[in-house]
């Protein structure tokens, strides 16, 4: 019954590969988003979608693509892996838009890129 | 653009102590100020959160925070440290919008 759930937990593949990292939340919620945390854990903000639409793209390289096919799932698409890439990302949700709703984290999917 | 600070990279408190962990924020407008712990090797926790009304907020595992406008703070405290409370706890701030800036973070050390 976890709340939001990622797959894989951890990754590691070659530079230039292409992978993908899956998020499901049970919550119901509207909103979904994509964190990553640097090995100094410093954690920003890459995406947001909320039912399904794109609200924030956060000066995200083109190689990374999102993909929310329905409410409860938003997927994180990366081609043309680079060594930088490296890092922890996070699925996140909340229950809508607004700026006073808590969010609710995924376990991580630990990047590496050799 | 909204920023947010912890000027401690680390606090360390012994084992039934009181322990503050510091925050400050700067953004345009009506903040909502949030605080979030994270385990190693888990995600983040929703802890607590500030959005309007009484200035000291209450949240989980004993945890409460004290929402200062006139100093832009919103410090993180509890009155008795437990040994399972270290853990990086981060402050964040939202100004109604949809963007959650999180602050670098503050590892809680706390010694039997």
């Known amino acids: 019954d976890t709340a939001v759930s990622q797959t894989p937990k951890y990754l590691v593949t070659q530079m230039g590969n292409d992978k993908s990292i899956k998020c499901e939340q049970n919550l119901g919620h509207d909103t979904m988003y994509w964190y990553k945390q640097d090995s100094k854990k410093f954690l920003k903000i890459m995406f947001s979608y909320n039912n399904k639409e794109l609200i924030i793209n956060e000066t995200v390289p083109n190689r990374f693509s999102p993909k929310s096919p329905d409410k409860a799932h938003l997927n994180l698409h990366i081609n043309s892996l680079e060594l930088g890439d490296s890092a922890v990302y996070f699925c996140?949700?909340?229950?809508?838009?607004?700026?006073?709703?808590?969010?609710?984290f995924g376990p991580g999917t630990r990047l590496t890129v050799t | 653009a909204q920023s947010v600070a912890q000027p401690e990279d680390q606090v360390n408190v012994a084992e039934g102590n009181p322990l503050t962990v510091k925050c400050t924020y700067s953004v345009s407008g009506n903040p909502y100020l949030f605080w979030y712990v994270q385990y190693p090797n888990r995600g983040l926790q929703f802890l607590l959160k500030?959005?309007?009304?009484?200035?000291l907020v209450k949240g989980s595992y004993g945890f409460e925070a004290e929402f200062n406008k006139s100093q832009t703070s919103f410090h993180l405290k509890k009155p008795s440290a437990l040994v399972s409370d270290s853990a990086l706890y981060f402050c964040?701030?939202?100004?109604?919008?949809?963007?959650?800036?999180f602050g670098g973070g503050t590892r809680l050390m706390v010694k039997p």
């Open positions: 500030y959005i309007t009304g009484d200035n």
């Open positions: 996140a949700s909340s229950r809508g838009l607004a700026g006073a709703y808590e969010q609710y």
């Open positions: 964040a701030v939202n100004n109604a919008g949809n963007m959650l800036t």
